[in-house]
């Protein structure tokens, strides 16, 4: 992991949490537990691209496809 993904991560960790009215603590359980954060890393390279919109709308998408049910 490089030094600029883990300021990523957390962005969009807190994003996430803004987005769904969550704590960022919940934020990262959830994201953990669904695969979010796993998506986040092994698609850096393109997700950091993207507005911070679009990258919430696909970590929600990858959580929902493995059994998350927050939208």
Do not use: W
């Amino acid at each position: 992991m490089s030094k600029y993904e883990i300021p990523f991560l957390t962005a969009c960790i807190y994003a996430f949490a803004q987005r769904l009215s969550i704590t960022r603590q919940a934020a990262f359980r959830y994201l953990s537990k669904h695969k979010g954060l796993a998506f986040l890393i092994e698609f850096y390279d393109v997700e950091h691209l993207q507005p911070m919109d679009e990258t919430v709308d696909d970590m929600l998408i990858v959580c929902q496809k493995n059994g998350g049910t927050l939208s």
